[in-house]
């Protein structure tokens, strides 16, 4: 195969996809079926077969059990703010966005005491099995759910404190930042990594989505003088939002 050219199934992805990118197939709209594919563009069932499982495993159309594929409506991605700055009141960046008289935010959140995996422990610099509080959270935005979080904190630095549960307590609801420093942990930087893979089925079924979507995400990590204090992965649905980054310049 010389540069340039494509597999057939991809070529006659593309023209569907194009189709349904321009409008000649909108919305709700019924795709070919596998023999008008096949007669329209000359191909194979296995061609035809393998462009519609591409435009699937794309998100651009889905399968309606005893009707045929239909192509999806396509939500005009909305923005999750991820800032550098802290707000003043000291809350998260979600809250501070939900503060806007126009936001329709609400969350749901629950703690509980765990053992730390390999993968948690190797990012809190800890042993595998060490005693973690992990919080779960669902974020909705106007009731459509938008972000999953979890979070990990080592009990060794939060246990036995008045922050240990995140969402309890006199600071209930601050930001790592703030709940931090009233246990004299002074949080100075953080990191965050942006990746993006299939969702898993339970991720999927919690946000809305269907299998095949594709998920961002976040794993974040605070760090107070080089010691890791709290690890989160937080999931958002790649097809309905951005993650959009406003940090400070020095």
């Not at 709209?29 to 596998?34: A, M």
């Not at 610099?125 to 080592?154: H, Q």
């Not at 420093?181 to 339970?202: C, F, K, S, Y």
Request: proline share 8%; net charge neutral.
């Amino acid at each position: 195969m010389t540069f340039g050219e494509q597999p057939a199934y991809l070529r006659v992805a593309g023209d569907l996809r194009k189709k349904i990118v321009n409008g000649s197939l909108p919305p709700h709209t019924r795709l070919p079926s596998q023999a008008r594919i096949r007669e329209e563009y000359g191909v194979s069932d296995t061609v035809a077969l393998e462009a519609r499982k591409v435009l699937m495993a794309e998100g651009l159309v889905e399968g309606r059990s005893g009707s045929g594929t239909y192509v999806r409506e396509r939500p005009v991605p909305r923005r999750i703010s991820r800032s550098g700055f802290r707000p003043p009141s000291g809350a998260t960046p979600f809250r501070q966005e939900q503060a806007d008289g126009e936001a329709r935010g609400t969350w749901e959140s629950r703690s509980e005491q765990a053992e730390a995996s390999g993968a948690v422990a190797e990012r809190l610099g800890i042993r595998p099995g060490d005693r973690v509080m992990c919080t779960r959270y669902l974020f909705r935005e106007a009731g459509e759910a938008m972000m999953l979080s979890t979070s990990w904190e080592p009990l060794a630095v939060t246990g036995r404190t008045p922050v240990m549960l995140p969402e309890e307590g006199p600071l209930g609801g601050m930001g790592v930042v703030e709940r931090m420093a009233a246990i004299d942990v002074v949080v100075d930087n953080m990191t965050e990594e942006v990746g993006a893979r299939p969702g898993l089925a339970e991720e999927l079924h919690a946000l809305g989505g269907v299998p095949g979507h594709v998920v961002l995400v976040i794993q974040r990590t605070y760090y107070a003088s080089g010691r890791p204090v709290e690890t989160a992965d937080v999931v958002i649905p790649a097809d309905r939002y951005r993650v959009a980054y406003h940090l400070p310049v020095k």
